[in-house]
C-alpha cells in the first residue's frame, strides 16, 4: 500500500478539510494515505507503537457516509 502522491504529506489539516468538503476526497481515501505514509516511513522513524487502524478506519467509513449524507461538514 504504497502512495506514490500522499494526499495528505505537506498539507496543513484545514486544507485536508477543504478537500474533503468539496468531495475532492473522501475521509477513507485521506486516512489510506496517512497509513500508506506511516507503512513507508515508521520503520525509520519508530513515531508509532500502536495504530488503531481498524478503529480508524470504521471511524473515517462512518464520516464518509455522513458527508454523503450530508449531515457533516456543512
Do not use: C, W
Not at 2 to 7: A, G, I, P, Q, V
Not at 33 to 56: E, M, P, T
Not at 57 to 74: H, R, V, W
Amino acid at each position: 500500500m504504497k502512495h506514490e502522491n500522499s494526499l495528505t504529506r505537506y498539507k496543513s489539516l484545514n486544507e485536508i478539510a477543504r478537500l474533503i468538503r468539496s468531495r475532492d476526497v473522501s475521509p477513507v481515501e485521506i486516512l489510506e494515505s496517512v497509513i500508506s505514509d506511516i507503512d513507508q516511513y515508521n520503520s525509520k522513524l519508530n513515531a508509532f507503537v500502536y495504530l488503531g487502524v481498524d478503529d480508524a478506519k470504521k471511524a473515517a467509513k462512518n464520516s464518509e457516509i455522513k458527508l454523503m449524507k450530508g449531515t457533516i461538514y456543512n
